[in-house]
C-alpha cells in the first residue's frame, strides 16, 4: 500500500529564506519515505492563505487548493517554530481554517479527516515544545485526526542563547531518533486506517 504525506510548514519566513521549520519538516518528509510514505512540504505562508473559519474564503483564498491536497493524503505533518512560547501565527491560522472541518462530512456523517494521521514537528530556541505540541494535538484531534503514540519531533535550544537548529551539525541525536519514531508510527497508523477505517454512525 503507498500512502501519502502533506507536510505545512507553518514558518515565518516566505520561500527561498532558511528556516529551521523547514530543515525539521524535510527531515520528517525523507523519515516518511523510508516507510513508502511519499507526499510533499508546503510553506504556507507563500501561498494566499486568509484569515477565516470556512473552506473558502473566497477572493482568491488559497486555502481551498492546500485543503484539497490535505485531504487527498493519509497523513498531514504541521511543523512550527515556537514564538514567545506559542505556535506560529501561520500555524494559528491553518488550525481555524481547520475548524471547518467539523462540519464536513461524508455521506456516512464521517467527518472527512476521519481516517487521517497527523503529526506535528517543533523547533524553537527556548523551551515550549510540550506547550506547543499539546495544543496542536487537542486542536488536531478535535477537528478529525488520529494522532499515533510518540506524534510529535520536536528540537529546542537551551535558555537565553541564539543557536538555530538549521545551524546545527549534524543533527542532534535526540531529535533524529525521535523523527524516526514519528515516522515510523505515522506509516503504521495511517496504513491501519487505510485498511480498517473508522465506523459510521
Not at 501561520?90 to 472541518?101: G, I, N, P, S
Not at 505540541?133 to 503514540?149: K, W
Not at 523523527?179 to 477505517?197: C, F, I, Q, V, Y
Request: net charge negative; glycine share 10%; hydrophobic share 40%.
Amino acid at each position: 500500500m503507498t500512502l501519502s504525506c502533506l507536510i505545512l510548514n507553518c514558518t515565518l519566513k516566505p520561500s527561498p529564506g532558511e528556516s529551521s521549520s523547514a530543515l525539521l519538516g524535510s527531515q520528517i518528509l525523507a523519515a516518511l519515505m523510508e516507510h513508502d510514505v511519499k507526499g510533499e512540504m508546503v510553506r504556507v505562508v507563500d501561498h494566499d492563505v486568509r484569515f477565516g473559519v470556512r473552506t473558502d474564503e473566497g477572493d482568491g483564498d488559497a486555502w481551498p487548493e492546500l485543503r484539497e491536497r490535505m485531504l487527498a493524503a493519509d497523513v498531514l505533518v504541521l511543523v512550527t517554530p515556537i514564538w514567545l512560547g506559542q505556535p506560529s501565527s501561520v500555524c494559528k491560522m491553518v488550525l481555524e481554517r481547520l475548524d471547518a472541518e467539523l462540519s464536513e462530512t461524508d455521506d456516512q456523517g464521517r467527518m472527512l479527516t476521519y481516517g487521517k494521521v497527523a503529526g506535528i514537528g517543533v523547533v524553537g530556541n527556548e523551551d515550549g515544545a510540550h506547550h506547543v505540541t499539546a495544543e496542536l494535538c487537542q486542536a488536531l484531534s478535535d477537528v478529525g485526526f488520529t494522532i499515533p503514540a510518540a506524534g510529535a519531533t520536536y528540537w529546542v535550544g537551551e535558555a537565553m542563547q541564539g543557536v538555530d537548529y538549521k545551524d546545527k551539525t549534524p543533527t542532534p541525536e535526540a531529535t533524529a531518533g525521535t523523527t524516526r519514531t514519528l515516522a515510523r508510527h505515522l506509516a503504521h497508523l495511517a496504513g491501519l486506517l487505510a485498511e480498517s477505517p473508522y465506523p459510521a454512525e
